[in-house]
C-alpha cells in the first residue's frame, strides 16, 4: 500500500509511512470492524496517531509540525484507508485544522490550538455543509451579523466530519445573503463556548468512525480574531481547500480498492475449483484485471493532481478528474472482488463490506460525481 506514491517520497518521508503502515497494521485493521459494530469514534486511537505525529503532518514546522508534501498526505491516505477510510478520514480532518490555523494571524490559535490538535489534545473539523446547502456551498444560510465586541453566528451545519468530537470547527457562514459568494467569511468556532450546540452523530452505514454529524449555533458570538478569512476571501479559500480534499478522498479510494483486489488475488490463489486455482480460471482473470487497470488509473490521476498541488499549479481539473473517476469505479470493482471471493467475500473479517460502503459514502464527499462532471464541463467550456 502506500505504494504508488513511494518512488516520489525521499528516505525521510518514506520512513514516516512506514510507521503509519505499522500503526494501520497494528491498530487501525485489527480494530476497524468492531468500530463500525460499535458505532463509535475511536479516540484512543488518534491518541496513537497523533503519539506518532501523523496530526502534526502538514502544519510547518516553524508550528512544530512535520511540515511534509501533500504527496506524503496522498500516500499516507492510500496506506491507511486500505485498512478503514472512515478512520483515515476522520484523522486527516483534525491535522487539516492544525495546518489551516498555522495561517492565523490570531496569536492564540496558533500558540495554544495548534499544539493541542496536534497532540490530540482536541480534536478539530470544516464545516461548510448545511441541511439545505451541499453542493451548492454558494446557498449557505449559516450567518454572521456584526455586533458589539466581533460577530453573532446564527444557523445549523450538517454533514460535519467529527462533529461527535471536535471542539474546534473552520466554520464559513453568510454576512450578506444578497452578495452570494462574495458575502461568505470563515470563523473558527469553539464548541466549548455558549451558543454552540452539538447534534447526535448520524447512524452512518460503513462510516461511524468518521463522526459525521451537525451542530447549531444560536447567539454564538465570534470575536474579530476569530475571523479566519473575510467575505471575499472566505469562498476561494474553501474551493481550494476542497480541491485538495477531492484529491486525498481519490487517494483514499485507491487505497480501498488495492486493498480488495489483494485480498481477491490471495483467495483466488488458495482456493481450487474444477481442479485448478480460481485464478487459473480467465472469467476470474479478466475480471480482476480490469479491477486492476481502473485502479492503476486512478492512482495516475490522483498522482498527478497531487503534484500539481505540490507545485501549487491550477489543480481544478485535475482534481476533478481524479474525484469523479475514482467515484465511478471505486464501488463496482469493490463489488468484482467480493464476487471473486464468492459468499467469503461478504464476511465482516475480510472488510470489504466496510470498503463498499465507504466507497459510496466518497462518492458524495467534497464533490458528488455529478458536480465533478459541472466542473469538468466548465472547464472545458471555458478554455
Not at 486527516?92 to 490570531?106: D, G, I, K
Not at 478569512?229 to 485507491?254: D, I, Q, T
Not at 481477491?264 to 476470474?284: C, D, I, N, V
Request: one cysteine or more; proline letters at 3%; aromatic letters at 6%.
Amino acid at each position: 500500500m502506500g505504494g504508488f506514491l513511494r518512488h516520489l517520497l525521499t528516505p525521510d518521508e518514506a520512513a514516516l509511512l512506514d510507521r503509519a503502515a505499522a500503526f494501520t497494521e497494528s491498530t487501525v485493521r485489527p480494530n476497524a470492524a468492531a468500530w463500525e459494530r460499535e458505532r463509535r469514534q475511536p479516540v484512543e486511537a488518534l491518541h496513537e496517531a497523533a503519539a506518532l505525529g501523523l496530526l502534526r503532518l502538514e502544519t510547518p514546522k516553524a508550528q512544530g509540525g512535520l511540515g511534509q508534501r501533500y504527496l506524503v498526505k496522498l500516500a499516507l491516505c492510500e496506506e491507511m484507508s486500505g485498512a478503514d477510510m472512515a478512520f483515515t478520514f476522520s484523522m486527516v480532518n483534525t491535522q487539516n485544522v492544525a495546518a489551516r490555523l498555522a495561517f492565523s494571524p490570531n496569536a492564540h490559535h496558533r500558540d495554544t490550538h495548534i499544539p493541542a490538535l496536534m497532540s490530540g489534545g482536541i480534536f478539530g473539523a470544516t464545516a461548510l455543509s448545511e441541511p439545505g446547502a451541499g453542493s451548492d456551498f454558494s446557498s449557505i444560510r449559516t450567518s454572521a451579523r456584526k455586533v458589539d465586541g466581533g460577530w453573532r453566528l446564527d444557523g445549523e451545519k450538517a454533514w460535519i466530519t467529527n462533529v461527535t468530537i471536535a471542539d474546534l470547527f473552520i466554520t464559513y457562514v453568510q454576512t450578506d445573503a444578497s452578495a452570494g459568494w462574495r458575502g461568505i467569511a470563515c470563523f473558527l468556532v469553539d464548541a466549548r463556548r455558549p451558543g454552540f450546540t452539538r447534534g447526535p452523530g448520524y447512524d452512518l452505514m460503513g462510516g461511524h468512525a468518521i463522526g459525521a454529524g451537525g451542530f447549531t449555533l444560536e447567539n454564538y458570538i465570534a470575536s474579530e480574531d476569530d475571523m479566519l478569512a473575510p467575505p471575499g476571501e472566505a469562498f476561494k479559500l474553501a474551493m481550494k481547500g476542497v480541491n485538495g480534499a477531492r484529491v486525498y478522498v481519490a487517494a483514499m479510494c485507491a487505497g480501498m480498492l488495492a486493498d480488495a483486489l489483494d485480498r481477491a488475488l490471495r483467495y483466488g490463489a488458495s482456493r481450487e475449483t474444477f481442479g485448478k486455482k480460481l485464478l487459473a480460471h480467465q472469467g476470474l482473470n479478466w475480471s480482476l484485471g480490469n479491477v486492476a487497470n481502473d485502479l492503476e488509473a486512478l492512482r495516475a490521476l490522483t498522482a498527478h493532481a497531487g503534484q500539481l498541488i505540490d507545485a501549487d499549479g491550477d489543480a481544478v481539473m485535475a482534481a476533478a478528474h481524479a474525484k469523479k473517476f475514482s467515484g465511478r469505479v471505486t464501488l463496482p470493482r469493490i463489488a468484482d472482488c467480493i464476487q471473486a471471493m464468492g459468499a467469503n467475500g461478504l464476511r465482516e473479517e475480510h472488510g470489504l463490506g466496510r470498503h463498499l460502503a465507504c466507497a459510496k459514502i466518497a462518492a458524495y464527499t467534497d464533490g458528488s460525481t455529478e458536480i465533478m462532471n459541472e466542473r469538468i464541463g466548465a472547464g472545458l467550456t471555458a478554455r
